[in-house]
């Protein structure tokens, strides 16, 4: 007979979600108000005030979808496009394509812009696009891939695709709260995040913030956005800052006390400490790993610090490594996808889960696992060198 | 300087959220793992059993939606029409003329069969559009109707559908749980729900489940579903069934192991008994209610017990009695939406809001209120009532 669920007590080193920190989860159980609440309606306002400043923007519209990243994705496609229209889309690991299944199911035109999966976007493939298509009218790109582990140059591709008087829609779920991320600075339009990575709240909120050309370009649509949950004019109505708030629909009010205690945390640490902070312990984890023996997947100065995509040496077996880690350690990690399935692991180090702490149990157990598996690897070789990388960044 | 948020202590007799239990709280505050951990994937299949048990069906694409229950709304639409089709929309309230939006949305025709607020779907009215509209391929209506406070007659409504040929879309977000609900024996195809409302859970998710007639149509579809989010056949990959599953999105991980716990309640308790419970709560606080000389909105025979609209008496101010309850007693009950605003309160007994000392909690409230207004009520008459009702119930 199904009973109560205890979950085990992981840490969280994979793509997300990450750890969540004792206190967010305090937050996120405290007993659940209305959603139209005097109280609600105020802690609504600290939430896109405090989402306004990790997305550096003054934008108005900014604001917590009720649903995963991928809601938060569909949500920019559905509110900028129309049918008939030309989006330059850029692909160099999964979330490109289904940026591509957004714009296709809008009625909209993707060109598409492929790089390999481990490289960024490339500049010169989109500047070519542009020229091949001065119809478009919009550009989206990912800007952390949680894939493949690679940042793009997101401040150049914005620049570029005003240049040619296109809007820019840019995924920002992984990069969020762990490497820099200027919205207004650099002028992207309608920029979406998750709530479960550098943020390390629980999993199923999207952050979302529109541009005030974003918001133009939504308000003279001519034709209905086709979700009508997604709909940002109406959603605008409860979220939109009037006085009156109207219905529509029953906002997520426990995932939302715990997605402020987030941003709670990440004010007090301040952004720039805190990017700092996963800057720190990539640096030490890429050391212990290579002189483990391992090799990143990704070129030194694409690297996502949060995210480490790390080659699975010849002869190792995968799964068997990551079960090992789960089931010894209590430790998750994260397989590659798509084309990088089997051949990479993803090491997770975003938000509360980018901890020396967690730096030290990953390498340990990464040692153990593959020293059981044959490889040859010279003890203590790895902790010798995160702690030689962490002695350094403090000097 | 924004700081940690502490809600106050509701008791929520709202339309929705209704009041968490503390087991649900607590097991929503539980560490997250990951969604793609097997404890995860462990849990997922009893949620599958649960909700099949809520629901009273054998349908194998039963899952919780991880978003609202607008958006369960939304996947039962876009994956069940396609451009083109003709749907019969019934509106009694505010949420047929939401269905009515979604059918649009998915280009395709609502013909609408409407009847005032405050009474149920008229089968005749069906009947008859059925008639009118022989191409019609889905009717979509709504169970109990959360802005009235109505129950139709879903049995008889599903019925006629499929002597039509056409499947049916059931609203049941404030009924699963509430009132009697028999997905299989009625044949109702495509159904969802929310998890705040009889569910008793944290509000975010919306338990959906699908006859195989409505796999059938999703599966034989020419035209993609509108939406990648709700997307059935991506959805059907992860939650399935199948041994591997399939990355679609980050599932809510901590909400749903709050509806975990919020199901392994109902299902200890028993549908019946829970019916039953919320039956005999609701003909106390009417009881009371009346006795205090107020009337309810709805004919008996149509109303719904986790649901009471209370007509508003002539020169009592709606919000002032609101802001009262709230203020003075930690109290929320409802205000009338759209048509029935400012004229009826909404007070519901809901999953774990229905309790006894919640139906006394609102009596005297509401009573000192209205006496502060000036309506003279006869002081304990109410309280006496619900008693006297409560004691007929057990006899």
């Known amino acids: ?27 996120l159980g405290q007993p659940t108000i209305g959603h139209l609440d005097p109280q609600f309606i105020a802690l609504m306002d600290e939430i896109k005030e405090l989402l306004q400043y990790a997305f550096q923007t003054e934008n108005q519209l900014t604001l917590p979808i009720s649903a995963p990243g991928s809601a938060g994705m569909e949500a920019c496609f559905v509110n900028l496009l129309s049918p008939g229209d030309t989006v330059i889309v850029c692909q160099n690991g999964v979330f490109g394509g289904r940026m591509k299944e957004n714009v296709e199911r809008c009625g909209a035109t993707a060109v598409m812009v492929e790089d390999a999966w481990g490289d960024p976007v490339s500049v010169a493939k989109v500047r070519q696009a542009f020229a091949d298509h001065p119809e478009a009218s919009t550009l989206a790109f990912v800007h952390a891939e949680t894939s493949t582990g690679v940042r793009s140059d997101a401040k150049t591709l914005c620049a570029l695709a005003h240049d040619n008087n296109a809007l820019v829609i840019m995924d920002t779920v992984t990069s969020l709260g762990g490497i820099e991320l200027k919205v207004d600075e650099w002028g992207a339009d309608a920029v979406y995040s998750g709530s479960q990575k550098c943020l390390s709240s629980v999993p199923g909120i999207s952050p979302v913030t529109f541009s005030q050309r974003a918001v133009e370009r939504i308000m003279a649509r001519e034709h209905k956005v086709q979700s009508w949950f997604l709909d940002m004019q109406l959603v605008m109505g409860y979220w939109g800052g009037e006085t009156k708030r109207a219905y529509h629909h029953t906002a997520p009010v426990n995932a939302l006390y715990a997605l402020h205690e987030s941003l709670v945390m990440l004010r007090d640490e301040g952004l720039d400490a805190a990017i700092a902070r996963h800057a720190r312990n990539h640096d030490a984890l890429v050391a ?19 995210l480490n995509a790390v080659c699975i040496p010849e002869g190792i077996d995968d799964a068997t490594v990551r079960t ?21 692991w993803r090491v ?31 003890p203590g070789a790895a902790l010798r060198a995160a702690q030689a990388s962490w002695t350094a960044a403090e000097a």
Chains 1, 2 share one sequence.
Not at 288 to 306: D, N, T
Not at 355 to 362: A, E, Y
């Open 1 to 27: 007979m199904t009973s109560s669920f205890f979950p085990p007590q992981r840490t969280l080193l994979g793509p997300g979600p990450s750890d969540v920190a004792p206190r967010v989860l305090a937050a």
């Open 288 to 306: 212990g790993l290579e002189a483990m023996g391992l090799q990143m997947a990704v070129a030194a100065e694409h690297r996502l610090p949060q």
């Open 324 to 344: 090992q880690l789960l089931q010894d350690y209590d430790l998750e990690i994260g397989a590659g996808l798509g084309a990088l399935a089997g051949k990479t």
């Open 348 to 378: 997770g180090l975003m938000g509360h889960s980018s901890r020396r702490r967690n730096v030290v149990l990953c390498l340990t157990a990464l040692e153990a696992a593959l020293q059981q598996q044959g490889l040859t690897v010279e």
